[in-house]
Antibody, heavy 122, light 106 residues
Framework: QVQLVESGGSVVQPGRSLRLSCAAS????????LHWVRQAPGKGLEWVAG????????HYPDSVKGRLTISRDNAKNTLYLQMSGLTPDDTAMYYC???????????????WGQGTMVTVSS | DIQMTQSPSTLSASVGDRVTITCRAS??????LAWYQQKSGKAPKLLIY???TLQSGVPSRFSGSGSGTEFTLTISSLQPDDSAIYYC?????????FGLGTRLEI
């Protein structure tokens, strides 16, 4: 079955960087649009990045543009999220999700991983 | 950016009740609207996309309707397992935006 497994979450100090990974299985990775969605403790869902199948097109909300970078390695079936200049506001569970049922410009998220927790604290 | 407003923020109902959750967009998004269910400690689950299309495997007591700026998620006969937070999401254009969620208590 399709599975997305995130890793790399940890406790980090403000200002530091962190890279999250999402390993995919059970799907044709190179044909799959992928996204990162985060959820701060007790809060709602926030989409933070999306990437096209070939990795050439990336999308971000203004709130994270310039600090978060999504990338993928189609040879390794792995999605990444590089985070820099971390602040306590970045504390959240980070989910990777498959994009599907596209509007032609944007997607819904039909498969989700279990999430990896990032805590930014001194 | 378009704002997505869900109401109510909390809803309490009984087994067998019919409940409706509303999501309003600040601008028209046609039918590019999805609904998710999130249970405590779990990842969200896609219920409905394109405003009214039921995702495979989702029980038929869930239904969605609407277009333009006003959308509804209806659960026709509540089951104990439906206790969760429900989110709407617009996906007409980037950025993807979620509503703030509706907590449904059974």
């Amino acid at each position: 079955q399709v599975q997305l497994v995130e890793s790399g979450g940890s406790v980090v100090q403000p200002g530091r960087s962190l890279r999250l990974s999402c390993a995919a299985s059970g799907l044709t990775f190179s044909n799959t649009i992928l996204h990162w969605v985060r959820q701060a403790p007790g809060k709602g869902l926030e989409w933070v990045a999306g990437i096209s199948t070939d990795g050439k097109n990336e999308h971000y909300p203004d709130s994270v543009k310039g600090r978060l970078t999504i990338s993928r390695d189609n040879a390794k079936n792995t999605l990444y999220l590089q985070m820099s200049g971390l602040t306590p506001d970045d504390t959240a569970m980070y989910y990777c999700a498959r994009g599907s049922y596209s509007s032609g410009r944007c997607d819904v998220f039909d498969i989700w991983g279990q999430g990896t927790m990032v805590t930014v604290s001194s | 950016d378009i704002q997505m407003t869900q109401s109510p923020s909390t809803l309490s109902a009984s087994v067998g009740d019919r409940v409706t959750i509303t999501c309003r967009a600040s601008q028209s998004i046609s039918t590019w609207l999805a609904w998710y269910q999130q249970k405590s400690g779990k990842a969200p689950k896609l219920l409905i996309y394109k405003a009214s299309t039921l995702q495979s495997g989702v029980p038929s007591r869930f239904s969605g309707s609407g277009s333009g700026t006003e959308f509804t998620l209806t659960i026709s006969s509540l089951q104990p397992d439906d206790s969760a937070i429900y989110y709407c999401q617009k996906y007409d254009l980037y950025p993807v935006i979620f509503g703030l969620g509706t907590r449904l208590e059974i």
